[in-house]
């Protein structure tokens, strides 16, 4: 895990100052070496986080031996062992170090662009072509690892991360559509488009090309859509075994490590089936686990965590987030995400990482993705009510019932609950089928200038498997995986996502909806592959909707700092809301109107960012 960047200048100026100065904006990323390459109208810069072959032989950028292909690379391709036996067996060797990094150069040098289809991983990275005089770059199927770019005053530069850019002079303005978007719809990391304008970032599955003379060439190599073979399997058992096997070979790749791994954990079925899944894999490998709680029980998973820690008989490193926390972090977390992020609890997963970064462990495996390819989120469950409801009345009734036991509602509530998924009145709403946005509250001159709402594929037959499709690519995964980087990253630390493996997506994609969904179980395929596994109490108890303390706490310890911010004057100049109807809206919900606390922590945190990013002349320093 590392960061990188680059340049390419046309006029062949010196390059070396600015690539090394977007080196040190990304320092927390590799703590352990950097390094910069340069050739005429290039240059390449990298830092080096060592995770795979300690030794200095690992270090970037590296160059193939004849000196053709030079590469700089963040994140991990884990099937590098496989791969570089395949080159040695067609003569593409020897190799010289054990990085999966010389193994990428070898491949790319090897099979061009079509190696992209050989790796199983997580990676955005960069090579240069010193014969073609061009730079070929790409980033994993599902965006795990980020990419920014930008063309400014004849140049094209890239980097791990945004305050990379903007310290080689890429101007920084609001991106009015995507802040727009962000607050009508919820929307964002769902394109190319960041929070600043003319700076984008290349899409998941994505690679360009960018020629000496700054032409760039986009390409899409990869869609899920595309991949995923639906058919039904010969029965549920050898569905759930073929499941069980793919879980356990992602994770097998994905504890090659030369240093310690550790274990993110909650108490939900998805961490506890890493969990249980790691412990089988690694033997007597001692592997840490983490969890990130708070001190009220309404909010602790702290219960279930315990069981599954006794059930393996480890201990726990307990990270807990107090109300204090959040403006002491706040502008840590924020110089890190560098756009507006998820909350309170993107905060405490912040603070995991801290206390992995203390306990000196780098790796840390994670457990997100089942819930979006295996149904486990209540609109989900939804979608599927609605499909089966087109069927027979005594499958629909049986489910139906199953629904109602999950959520703890009322048949008739369910039946309303299900009519609004079938009209699309609860699209943009929240996981738990709150309403998370208030577009009522912007200034009507903003709001005039707004765009419709984007259109996502919809490449499935069944509403439930195109509901995940879209939150998966577009709304939800995105997102998760850009908190995810930037909070692990600021701590030096590598995340590591088992289940966002292609096989297991592909496959998850490809099942019968039945498989995902059944009486009233949502993940019902991983809760049968997972029997004798895990304990019961895990395994089968229903979904619980993550939730912390955030709603008090915008009403209640935090409603000083919060009024402050939403009174000031800098707040009242962005001409985005209408300031009276933002303190109205804001009175009601300190009132008890907080069915969701999404928008009260938007306004709050685009002002945040405004105020760290936009109005500052300059950015040089990190914040530590």
């Known amino acids: 895990m590392c960061g990188i960047a680059g340049i390419i200048d046309s006029e062949k100026k010196p390059l070396n100052d600015n690539v090394e100065a977007m080196m040190a904006m990304q320092c927390h990323r590799g703590p352990d070496d950097e390094g910069v390459f340069s050739d005429d109208e290039v240059a390449l810069g990298h830092v080096r986080l060592a995770v795979l072959d300690l030794s200095p032989s690992g270090a970037q950028p590296m160059s193939t031996p004849d000196g053709r292909y030079t590469i700089v690379h963040n994140g991990e391709v884990y099937n590098y062992l496989e791969l570089r036996q395949e080159l040695e067996d067609i003569g593409a060797g020897p190799f010289r170090t054990q990085t999966d990094v010389e193994v990428i150069l070898r491949a790319f040098a090897t099979w061009g662009p079509a190696c992209l289809d050989r790796f199983i991983g997580m990676f955005s990275f960069a090579i240069w072509d010193r014969v073609n005089r061009s730079l070929f770059c790409a980033r994993d199927r599902f965006g795990i690892k980020p990419f920014y770019y930008a063309e400014h005053q004849g140049r094209v530069l890239f980097a791990s991360e945004l305050k990379a850019l903007f310290r080689a002079g890429v101007p920084r303005r609001p991106n009015q559509a995507i802040i727009y978007e962000y607050l009508t719809w919820g929307y964002y990391e769902h394109s190319d488009q960041t929070f600043f304008a003319d700076v984008k970032q290349l899409l998941p599955g994505h690679s360009l090309t960018i020629k000496a003379d700054g032409a760039i060439c986009r390409r899409q190599y990869y869609?899920?859509?595309?991949?995923?073979?639906?058919?039904?399997?010969?029965?549920?058992?050898?569905?759930?075994?073929?499941?069980?096997?793919?879980?356990?070979?992602?994770?097998?790749?994905?504890?090659?490590?030369?240093?310690?791994?550790?274990?993110?954990?909650?108490?939900?079925?998805?961490?506890?089936?890493?969990?249980?899944?790691?412990?089988?894999?690694?033997?007597?490998?001692?592997?840490?686990?983490?969890?990130?709680?708070?001190?009220?029980?309404?909010?602790?998973?702290?219960?279930?965590?315990?069981?599954?820690?006794?059930?393996?008989?480890?201990?726990?490193?307990?990270?807990?987030?107090?109300?204090?926390?959040?403006?002491?972090?706040?502008?840590?977390?924020?110089?890190?995400?560098?756009?507006?992020?998820?909350?309170?609890?993107?905060?405490?997963?912040?603070?995991?990482?801290?206390?992995?970064?203390?306990?000196?462990?780098?790796?840390?495996?994670?457990?997100s993705g089942l819930d979006d390819m295996l149904g486990g989120y209540r609109k989900y469950h939804l979608a599927f009510l609605d499909e089966v409801s087109r069927g027979d009345s005594e499958t629909f009734e049986r489910e139906l019932s199953g629904y109602t036991v999950a959520w703890g509602v009322e048949r008739e509530a369910a039946l309303r609950e299900v009519q609004q998924v079938r009209v699309g009145t609860s699209l943009s709403m929240a996981l738990d089928g709150s309403r998370p946005v208030r577009p009522e509250c912007l200034a009507p001159e903003f709001a005039a200038a707004g765009a419709p709402p984007p259109v996502f594929p919809a490449p499935f037959q069944s509403r439930l498997k195109n509901m995940m499709y879209q939150e998966f690519l577009f709304t939800k995964i995105p997102r998760a995986l850009r908190f995810q980087d930037r909070n692990s990253m600021a701590f030096s630390r590598e995340a590591r996502l088992p289940f966002l493996d292609h096989r297991l997506v592909e496959y998850c994609f490809g099942l019968p909806d039945t498989l995902a969904i059944h009486n009233g179980s949502v993940k019902y395929l991983l809760r049968v592959a997972m029997k004798n596994l895990i304990p019961d109490v895990v395994r089968t108890a229903p979904k619980r909707s993550v939730q912390t303390p955030q709603r008090e706490w915008l009403a209640g310890p935090l409603r000083s700092q919060v009024e402050s911010v939403l009174q000031s004057s800098t707040f009242a100049s962005r001409g985005i809301f209408d300031v009276a109807k933002v303190q109205e809206t804001y009175q009601r919900y300190c009132a008890g109107d907080q069915a969701n606390s999404f928008y009260v922590w938007q306004w709050v945190n685009l002002e945040a960012w405004f105020r760290m990013f936009i109005d500052p002349t300059e950015i040089t320093a990190p914040i530590r």
């Open 223 to 367: 869609t899920l859509a595309d991949h995923v073979e639906q058919s039904t399997p010969a029965g549920e058992v050898e569905a759930a075994a073929r499941l069980l096997d793919l879980m356990q070979d992602a994770i097998k790749l994905r504890l090659r490590s030369d240093v310690s791994v550790g274990i993110t954990l909650s108490g939900g079925l998805d961490s506890s089936t890493l969990l249980a899944l790691t412990n089988a894999a690694s033997g007597t490998a001692n592997v840490e686990l983490f969890s990130g709680i708070f001190e009220n029980p309404n909010y602790s998973e702290r219960p279930w965590i315990e069981a599954m820690a006794a059930e393996t008989h480890q201990a726990v490193n307990f990270s807990v987030m107090h109300e204090e926390d959040v403006w002491t972090r706040f502008d840590r977390i924020m110089w890190h995400q560098e756009e507006p992020f998820g909350g309170v609890p993107t905060m405490a997963w912040a603070a995991l990482f801290e206390t992995a970064q203390h306990r000196d462990v780098t790796v840390l495996l994670e457990g």
